[in-house]
């Protein structure tokens, strides 16, 4: 199943394919967790934060009600961060490897592959945290259409603001948040839950690092602005300025086995088990002839 997603360009049209992807996970994939508390602590690429710095503040929320106003089924909230696909503004360290209307394309087949994976009916409630929305129907309004879910804008002048300001909502209304990027296919539900089992253990804080230094989730059952100021997000600072954040807030947490997210052209390769993947596997640097 799948859909197409058209938007305007100024002279041109990009266009945006929207597969409903199989849920299927890798063989290869293997959990090796343990629930013992960890002071270890790293940065949080994997959510897409860009080198350039974008400002947005002044957008307003395009939703109706603020998310405090959902009402819970659960004691559980997924965020998941997502940029807005842009031509020249998602996935651009995959290029020239990849142009730009084929980074463009990855970047919302790996969107939807997370928003598919892990939205879960029964076990949590999830919410779509977008950088910004075009013309309705937008993209993500038909990534939604089959699984609805509550879209909010992201508010705040960095990645930091930006998701403290989301946690800090999703927190007055559930007991447990926690936030996830969308550039790494190899979180799943499982992973998820082991989160979610630490913070019902009673810690206040629970996250799986990205290989590359980046955090692919962070899980919050309290909340403080405190964490994330004075970040120097997007830099090899961000890992050691946390570590000191933590430590003065004296949080313990729990920190799971690392996975890698897809950033770059030698990523690809690690789409290989996915069927929607596979022409994206081709196109890694190694697979040349």
Not at 125 to 153: C, H, M, T
Not at 167 to 174: A, G
Not at 213 to 242: H, K, M, N, P
Not at 252 to 257: H, I, K, M, W
Request: hydrophobic share 40%; aromatic share 10%.
């Amino acid at each position: 199943m799948g859909a197409a997603w058209r938007r305007s360009n100024g002279a041109t049209d990009v266009e945006v394919a929207l597969v409903v992807f199989s849920r299927r996970e890798p063989p290869s994939l293997v959990r090796n967790v343990s629930l013992t508390p960890t002071f270890e602590f790293a940065s949080f690429s994997c959510l897409g934060e860009s080198r350039r710095s974008q400002n947005f503040e002044g957008i307003k929320k395009l939703t109706a009600t603020p998310t405090a106003a959902h009402t819970p089924s659960n004691d559980v909230c997924i965020i998941q961060f997502a940029k807005r696909p842009q031509l020249n503004r998602v996935k651009t360290r995959m290029q020239p490897r990849l142009s730009a209307q084929q980074s463009l394309q990855l970047h919302s087949d790996l969107v939807a592959h997370t928003f598919q994976s892990l939205r879960s009916p029964s076990e949590w409630d999830y919410q779509l945290w977008v950088s910004g929305r075009g013309a309705s129907p937008d993209f993500f309004d038909k990534l939604v259409e089959l699984l609805p879910v509550p879209i909010e804008v992201q508010q705040g002048g960095d990645l930091g603001a930006r998701m403290a300001d989301s946690l800090r909502q999703v927190l007055q209304s559930y007991r447990f948040a926690i936030i996830v990027g969308s550039d790494c296919p190899e979180l799943d539900t499982g992973r998820l839950q082991d989160l979610i089992v630490a913070l019902r253990s009673g810690l206040p804080a629970a996250l799986i690092p990205a290989d590359d230094g980046g955090y692919v989730a962070l899980g919050l059952s309290r909340f403080s602005e405190a964490l994330f100021q004075g970040i120097d997000w997007g830099t090899d600072r961000v890992y050691e300025q946390t570590i000191v954040h933590l430590q003065r807030l004296e949080w313990s947490f729990y920190r799971a086995s690392s996975l890698p997210d897809i950033d770059r052209p030698e990523d690809l390769t690690r789409l290989r088990d996915y069927a929607w993947g596979h022409k994206w596997f081709e196109l890694a640097p190694s697979c040349e002839p």
